[in-house]
């Protein structure tokens, strides 16, 4: 019984995060420069070059960089569904042990961390073409948008208020 419980916690889980990834992919699936933010939306659409008064050169780079971002992102997710097919696939199986749900959790978790390491790199390499006054405000425009995507009510967790 404790079995079938988790074996369908898993599967709910599963689905809802595959579900939840591939609706913010679709909402913008050149994932720019900001793709380590939830909201997925591109340097090009989200008018990050007038926010940050970027130079027609800077914007060529970044773009350059954004379209190598794109193919490895891409990959990578095809990796991750990849992968959570073949948890699904496990969860069909009536003889399933729980080695076997590790290991294939251990697979899609190094996936996912791979794509959180491959949007850092990004931010960092776009930041490395921005002056250090755009390159603070670029930053800063992360920073916003992620806390600004926690709330309580989505998991609990409350941003701190930053003092003076």
Not at 51 to 77: G, H, M, W, Y
């Amino acid at each position: 019984m404790k079995r079938v419980f988790w074996m369908t916690v898993v599967f709910i889980l599963l689905f809802a995060g595959a579900f939840y990834g591939v609706q913010k992919i679709q909402q913008c699936p050149f994932m720019g420069s900001m793709a380590v933010v939830k909201s997925g939306y591109c340097c090009a659409q989200s008018g990050i070059y007038q926010k940050l008064s970027a130079t027609p050169e800077q914007q060529k780079a970044i773009q350059v960089l954004d379209q190598e971002f794109i193919k490895e992102k891409n990959r990578l997710c095809m990796q991750l569904c990849q992968s959570r097919y073949g948890l699904a696939q496990l969860l069909r199986r009536a003889d399933i042990t729980q080695e076997e749900l590790d290991e294939k959790t251990a697979e899609v978790a190094s996936i996912q961390l791979a794509m959180e390491r491959a949007s850092v790199a990004h931010i960092l390499k776009v930041k490395e073409v921005l002056t250090p006054e755009q390159a603070k405000k670029y930053m800063g425009m992360l920073y916003q948008d992620v806390c600004s995507q926690m709330d309580a009510k989505s998991c609990g967790f409350v941003v701190p208020e930053e003092k003076g």
